[in-house]
């Protein structure tokens, strides 16, 4: 228990209501500038999204930055992955996306990618050890942040998930489906207001 206690982005059905989130289907292109600075402000800015369609828009460009690799081979080998994810072969994609953290360990995506692949395989020991490298690496990763809170209720512990869904509202406070998520958990947790 205390290895989950430590510390994702396929959408699988299973994992309604609160859902894993990946990144968008077509994302918008992003200038070389500092990639921090450039992180750093958009997650300012996504805090003070006025509205869901602005939220939005910033999440895709946070996306945008967190899966340009800079390495043409792990380009390769993350369309490969995508590739067996959509053949339904996650055994391989996990090999590959093991390929991946070796030569390119920085690499926040692949942890991410195979966080999530772990998840839907209920191999919850590897998806939470990947988790936890993800939010190391940027503990305002919002997605990893969600698919932790996912786990965290498929295991029963929904004080710990509820923490954490509140860490990543924090992070991204128009997250979708997540504050229904919370509210529900709230109450079955702290009971409701009188």
Known sequence: MAA???????LPAAAEPGGWLEPPKKLPSVSRADRTQN???LFGALK???????????EERIWALWVVSRSDTTNLLMIRVRQAVEQQDSDLAIKLLDAIIKIKPDYIEAWNRRATLYYTKKDYGHSLADIREVLKREPRHFGAL????LIMQDIGDDKQA????RRAL????RLQRIPDVV???QEKVEG???
Request: with cysteine.
């Open 4 to 10: 989950v206690q430590g510390l994702v982005c396929a």
């Open 39 to 41: 992180l750093d402000f």
């Open 48 to 58: 003070l999204a006025p509205d869901d369609t602005t939220a939005k828009a910033i």
């Open 146 to 149: 969600a698919g932790l809170g």
């Open 162 to 165: 509820l923490e954490i869904y």
């Open 170 to 173: 924090a992070v991204y406070p």
């Open 183 to 185: 509210k529900t958990l």
């Open 192 to 194: 409701r207001d009188i």
